[in-house]
């Protein structure tokens, strides 16, 4: 059985000064494919390097919500010159934060970005990683106003299971992490059991999010099967014949073709 991760940061500067070890304990365990997401211009552009580097990666690159600081629009330049780079597979991630931002100024200056990137996609006809954090009915919005025509997925999906039923209807897909393993996340357990099987993705969002037994630590994308496992006992079905769905849904979305 060999397993893939959706979304990671081995961009992360936690992470990068053991790229070659963190990689090989990947391969160790069965990773074949993952997708190392940028988050600002920097990050982008290490995690267009490390696609370049190493078979298993692929990137995404793009502007996140929480990274906006000090930045004018024009720096999506550079984002679509890697965007056409070689491995490059989705714009993301990019979204909306309101856990982090209450200053209704701030939350409206992200909208711009949001939108921005998810034309950008369309233009190069890419999907897209978005993060959405306590703003569901402005992602919702936004995503009907501005449909994302190669697919997208909400990442680390935080909703409810009637919201995750709305956004299904609009063709997205929803990423699911370490919490899920979590004793008292009773509704990311519910929204893995609601959610349609084709539009399911498993990720770490590592270095952040580690499943259980390792909460609270690092996490790494060799922690995907404790991710799939579970996921499998909610939906009652064997790890194999989940992972093999998981995949089908990945490349689908991703467009990956090997692995
Ligand atoms: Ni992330």
């Not at 569901?136 to 697919?151: C, Q, R, S």
């Not at 919490?179 to 008292?184: D, E, G, L, S, V």
């Not at 952040?208 to 922690?223: D, H, M």
Request: aromatic share 10%; hydrophobic share 40%; proline share 6%.
């Amino acid at each position: 059985m060999f397993y893939f991760d959706s979304h990671c940061h081995l961009n992360d500067e936690a992470i990068l000064p053991f790229i070659e070890e963190e990689i090989l304990s990947c391969r160790q365990a069965g990773l074949k494919a993952m997708l190392v997401i940028g988050y600002d211009v920097k990050s982008s552009r290490l995690a267009v390097e490390l696609a370049h580097r190493y078979e298993e990666v692929y990137a995404a690159v793009g502007v996140h919500p929480e990274n906006l600081e000090g930045l004018t629009l024009d720096c999506l330049k550079e984002i679509k010159a890697l965007a056409k780079e070689d491995k490059v597979v989705a714009i993301g991630e990019i979204g909306l934060d309101y856990h982090w931002y209450k200053d209704p100024e701030v939350r409206e200056a992200q909208k711009p970005w949001f939108v921005a990137q998810i034309e950008l996609a369309n233009e190069l006809n890419l999907p897209v990683s978005i993060h959405a954090r306590d703003c569901t009915e402005d992602v919702y919005k936004i995503l009907k106003e501005h449909p994302v025509h190669a697919g997208a997925v909400l990442h680390c999906y935080s909703g409810s299971v009637e919201s995750l039923r709305e956004f299904a209807k609009l063709g997205l897909y929803f990423g699911f992490d370490g919490p899920i393993t979590f004793k008292n996340a009773v509704t990311p357990k519910e929204c893995v059991k609601a959610c349609p099987i084709d539009r399911l993705l498993v990720e770490t969002d590592s270095p952040y999010l580690a499943p259980v037994p390792f909460r609270g630590k690092q996490n790494s994308p060799k922690y995907i099967p404790f991710i799939v496992e579970e996921m499998a006992k909610l939906r009652e079905m064997e790890p194999e014949t989940l992972n093999e769905q998981l995949w089908r849904n990945f490349t689908k979305l991703f467009r990956v073709k090997h692995g």
